[in-house]
């Protein structure tokens, strides 16, 4: 009897035990939340635009890693070097993730593109295809007479214009967007030359769709029950907008497809895609096609295009600068011809201006949101399955523990390490192993539009007043205002433009 009471009391001490551990789990070591989460919608309640002056703001309270709450949504706010480099190294897999949103889904950033395909094999072979075909150094020099034309266009507009007041946002818009459609199609679809008028309108319209949805967000990312209730948000306008963008894309594969069957010669991205779907057509399908041409369009121009306006908006603020990065071209270039694209890499000023931009302006404050495959620890803290990692960037790169003078544009600053990454401090086309692989490219139409605009030019503002830096809202940082200044041909330079 004894020893049968012995059993009982074990198997109720084990039962007492088991069911004490799932009502009353231990509380795992989470980072610390900030300010009050309040029930369904957590921190949302605190945001305001730009997201990322928000954030910034709260951990200059509450501290440098925050777990938070975006509705129904678990996020890890990072704004330390130290930490960032711990995601991007030690937990680089973990976090090698991304995570997925409805709004993504309809303007192809889902699984067909790399930027948003979930990590695994997939991915690799993503990755693999775009290192390898789009931005090699081969096929970035096999194009690089594209970039220059592009960059002559831009200097005749500017020339037609002379000491007139000209909008230069919309310029480099152009001069991106057709540098990129003539590598993925060989045709221009902005200013002259343009080709056929009604394809190009018909595409005009379609960036315009693309990138006025791109600053939007769905509230069903946030609070996902809303779908079981009939809450559309954007879903039927994103809907429109994907069949309007997947049968413009087609309609260009089925062109280059059929000039294909004459000849095989890979003149365009377009072709070399399909060079490789002729190898493997069940894994190359059109749709992945699709992908990776929206993906270049929406990634690859933006970006570009704000980098260099807030850059010629800094040298018109600071004309001791444009002074200094002239004096650099005309001593390494000289006034006997124009700038070409192998000249860039011999004029160190010229990158740190651009370095110093991405440092004050990065074209992605918050690096794209990463998410957490399993549990890991992340600064001494547990971080949970599933967690979305947002590295605010803009603020670790105006940290003034780290950077000194931080809000003041000083390109000196980086000629010490070349604009290289130190301990994270400045980073901005990411990190790890889902950084941006189109940095190349970026820096080449960057180094390449900028030195020109500053060799052949001399530039002025509008009025005396100082150009107005105020940040605007959007994914990919734009001024609140475009940029307009006045330009003129330096005498030198002025035969060379005419010419062009």
Known sequence: MEMLAFYYFLAFFLAFFLLSKRLFPKRKNLPPSGPLSLPIIGHLYLFKKPLHHTLARISSQYGPILLLKFGSRRVLHVSSPSVAEECFTTNDIV??????????????????????????????????????????????????????????????????????????????????????????????????????????????????????????????????LLKWVGFNGLEKKMVRLQRKRDQFMQELIEEHRMVRSQSKDEKSLIDVLLSLQE????????????????????????????????????????????????AEIDTIVGQDRLLNESDVAHLPYLHCIINETLRLYPAGPLLVPHESSEECTVGGFTIPRGTMLLVNQWAIQKDPKLW?????????????????????????????????????????????????????????????????????????????????????????????????
């Open 95 to 224: 976090f090698a993730n991304r995570p997925h949103f409805l709004l993504g889904k309809y303007l192809g950033f889902d699984n067909t593109v790399l930027a948003f395909a979930s990590y695994g094999q997939h991915w690799r072979n993503l990755r693999r295809l775009t290192t390898h075909e789009i931005f090699s150094s081969t096929r970035l020099h096999m194009f690089s007479k594209i970039r220059t034309n592009e960059v002559h266009s831009l200097l005749q507009r500017l020339l037609g214009n002379s000491s007139k007041t000209v909008e230069m946002k919309s310029m480099f818009f152009d001069l991106t967007l057709n540098n990129m459609m003539m590598m993925i199609t060989g045709k221009r679809y902005y200013g002259d030359n343009v080709g056929v008028l009604d394809k190009a309108k018909q595409f005009q319209e379609l960036v315009e769709d693309m990138f006025g949805a791109g600053g939007a967000s769905n509230i069903e990312d946030f609070f996902p």
């Open 279 to 326: 190898g493997d057509p069940k894994y190359y399908t059109d749709e992945i096609i699709i992908g990776i041409i929206q993906v270049l369009l929406t990634a690859g121009t933006n970006t570009t295009v704000v980098t260099m306006e807030w850059a010629m908006s800094l040298l018109l603020n600071n004309p001791e600068v444009l002074k200094k990065a002239q």
């Open 404 to 500: 000194e003078e931080p809000t003041k544009f000083i390109p000196e600053r980086m000629e010490s390490t070349g604009g290289v990454r130190e301990g994270y401090k400045f980073m901005p086309f990411g990190s790890g192993r889902r950084s941006c692989p189109g940095e190349g490219l970026a820096m080449r139409v960057v180094g390449l539009t900028l030195g020109s605009l500053i060799q052949c030019f001399e530039w002025e503002r509008d009025d005396e007043e100082l150009i107005d830096m105020t940040e605007g809202t959007g994914l990919t940082l734009p001024k609140a205002k475009p940029l307009v200044a006045k330009c003129k041909p330096r005498p030198a330079m002025l035969s060379f433009l005419s010419q062009l």
